[in-house]
């Protein structure tokens, strides 16, 4: 069974950083991409940022690129998402997901993409 824990979420300033974390079980984690979404409240869930499987590829929202980076460590079957010079509107619940399947090495930008997910960490950014 394929489990996500996300980690690292909390309450930060306009400015400031935040690493959050997603460690995975349950499956070889270095076979499959994955990518972290979030919801904010009566919000869809968008896209945030997408790794491939080796890790060699990476993909972003608009609205984080050049702030935000993601990376994964598949030794210890865990993604991250650095989360730099955070504003208000990032304000979400952040979700980690991962394929179902494999198929070659790249990012995949849609929610339905995506198999499982994680239960989700809470990110707040005041002003």
């Known amino acids: 069974q394929v489990q996500l824990v996300e980690s690292g979420g909390g309450l930060v300033q306009a400015g400031g950083s935040l690493r959050l974390s997603c460690a995975a079980s349950?499956?070889?984690?270095?076979?499959?991409?994955m990518g972290w979404f979030r919801q904010a409240p009566g919000k869809e869930r968008e896209f945030v940022a997408a790794i491939s499987r080796s890790g060699d590829s990476t993909d972003y929202a608009d609205s984080v690129k050049g702030r935000f980076t993601i990376s994964r460590d598949n030794a210890k079957n865990t993604v991250y998402l650095q989360m730099n010079s955070l504003k208000p509107a990032d304000t979400a619940v952040y979700y980690c997901?991962?394929?179902?399947?494999?198929?070659?090495?790249?990012?995949?930008?849609?929610?339905?993409?995506?198999?499982?997910w994680g239960q989700g960490t809470q990110v707040t950014v005041s002003s």
């Open positions: 349950g499956r070889t984690f270095s076979s499959y991409a």
């Open positions: 997901a991962v394929r179902g399947v494999v198929f070659g090495d790249r990012t995949y930008g849609q929610r339905d993409e995506y198999a499982y």
